[in-house]
Every structure is written in C-alpha cells, then in structure tokens.
C-alpha cells in the first residue's frame, strides 16, 4: 500500500517529536551524571519513563509510514498529552505564556497532521473498498 505525502509528513513529523524526546533524555542523563538532582530514584525513572516516551513515538512513526491506524492513533494520543502539559504551563504561579505556546504550537502542527493522514487514509480505504485500512 503506498501512503501519501501527508502521511510521510505525519510519520516525519513524529520521528523529529521522538528525536526531540531522546534529546532531552540525554540532558536528563548528563544531569545524572554531572550529580544535578536531588533523587536519584526519581532521576532514574524520570530518565526511563523519557526513553519510553520517545521509543513510543519511533514505533508510531515507523506505524503512520506504513499506513497503520494504530500509529495515527498513539500519535494523537501524544499530540493531546502535549497539550494538556501546554495547558499547565498557563496555569499556576509559575504561568509562562511563551513556554505554553512553545510546547503547543509543535503539538497543534502534529495534531493537523495525523488527522489529515488519518482522512487521507480513510478516503483511500473507501475508494478500494477495504475499510479494514483505516
């Protein structure tokens, strides 16, 4: 089955989210190291629970590339988790409107783009007629 564009632009999009993700795993581990933070417990867990999170987004990526469901799903699962820690950014009396838009607008973009793979998908399904594609 050949995906369209806008499914490779999803599928890059969240390789280049999970990219991110392992970047900030590396400056978490370089803070465990360096001696940085106050739990070493919370650090270590903190670190796997990172890793975990961008080996789910590589397993959407790679899922929305060969035009699986189930990756556009994760993904916008993913993309609503960003936001909602956008949302919380806004609230509080450390509130940063900046930091909120910086962490939304990437969510947003991602967002757009897997619900319009998922209805360029959905479309391409019905024209074959195999509706379990989608």
């Given at each position: 089955m050949r995906i369209s564009r806008l499914e490779r632009a999803a599928a890059g999009w969240l390789a280049l989210e999970a990219t991110g993700v392992l970047v900030l795993a590396l400056w978490e581990l370089v803070a465990l190291?360096?001696?940085?933070?106050?739990?070493?417990?919370?650090?270590?867990?903190?670190?796997?629970?990172?890793?975990?999170?961008?080996?789910a987004l590589v397993a959407f990526a790679v899922a929305v590339w060969r035009g699986a469901s189930g990756g556009r799903s994760?993904?916008?699962?993913?993309?609503?988790?960003?936001?909602?820690?956008?949302?919380?950014?806004l609230t509080?009396?450390?509130?940063?409107?900046?930091?909120?838009?910086?962490?939304?607008?990437?969510?947003?973009?991602?967002l757009v783009l897997l619900i319009a793979a998922a209805r360029t998908a959905g479309r391409r399904a019905r024209a074959s007629g195999d509706a379990a594609d989608v």
């Open positions: 190291v360096r001696g940085d933070s106050e739990s070493l417990g919370s650090s270590i867990a903190l670190l796997a629970l990172t890793v975990l999170a961008a080996a994760g993904g916008v699962v993913v993309q609503v988790l960003v936001l909602s820690v956008a949302l919380g950014t509080g009396e450390g509130a940063d409107p900046r930091l909120a838009a910086a962490i939304a607008v990437p969510a947003l973009v991602g």
